[in-house]
């Protein structure tokens, strides 16, 4: 469940709004606009979904009931979006992908892998 709170204004934002979802860790878009969370129903796989800071415009930008997308992980210039996807049934390993919100594609990085990240 993924709520943001702003400690400034001490203000809190229910980003589930009420909606029957199992949030996984977000990640923060680096210009701090945008966020990406893996997002589930229950008993399907973790679908990535981004969304405005306050949780508005949310999109699912993944649509593998069959498959767990977690382990999210933007860029530091923020062009693309590593993350881990694992079949949440069966002996499969998991694989890296990255998500480019621009052309709305994914790519295979790498098979038998897990936990991206970044290096400078």
Do not use: K
Request: net charge negative; aromatic share 8%.
């Amino acid at each position: 469940h993924t709520v943001i709170a702003n400690l400034v204004r001490e203000e809190t934002v229910d980003v589930v709004q009420g909606m029957e979802f199992n949030d996984g860790l977000a990640a923060w878009h680096p210009n701090g606009q945008q966020l990406a969370v893996p997002r589930s129903l229950y008993g399907e796989g973790a679908q990535i979904w981004l969304m405005d800071q306050d949780g508005g415009n949310g999109r699912m930008v993944t649509t593998e009931p069959g498959m767990g997308h977690s382990s999210l992980v933007w860029c530091p210039c923020g062009r693309e979006l590593a993350y881990q996807r694992s079949p949440i049934s069966g002996a499969a390993a998991p694989a890296l992908w990255l998500y480019d919100p621009q052309t709305d594609t994914h790519r295979l990085i790498m098979e038998n892998a897990f936990l991206p990240s970044w290096l400078p």
